[in-house]
């Protein structure tokens, strides 16, 4: 299990991108931490979820 912004899922084997196409995440405006570090845009495709990974999604909202 998988523990996403403190709710568990069954995604081990997933890719964050591969649980983010199937999510409202908008990429250009979030950030991603697995197990404590930040995880580039860049490497979305390749970070492959394994069981007991912690991540938080961070979504960045404009205004003034």
């Known amino acids: 299990m998988i523990t996403i912004n403190g709710v568990e899922t069954d995604l081990a084997g997933k890719t964050i ?7 409202r995440y908008d990429p250009g405006r ?15 495709g390749e970070t ?9 999604i961070v979504s960045f909202v404009g205004g003034g």
């Open 17 to 23: 991108a591969d649980y983010l196409s199937a999510t």
């Open 48 to 56: 492959v979820l394994e069981d007991g990974d912690t991540v938080e």
């Open 30 to 44: 979030i950030a991603v931490e697995r197990n404590g570090e930040i995880v580039f845009k860049s490497r979305y």
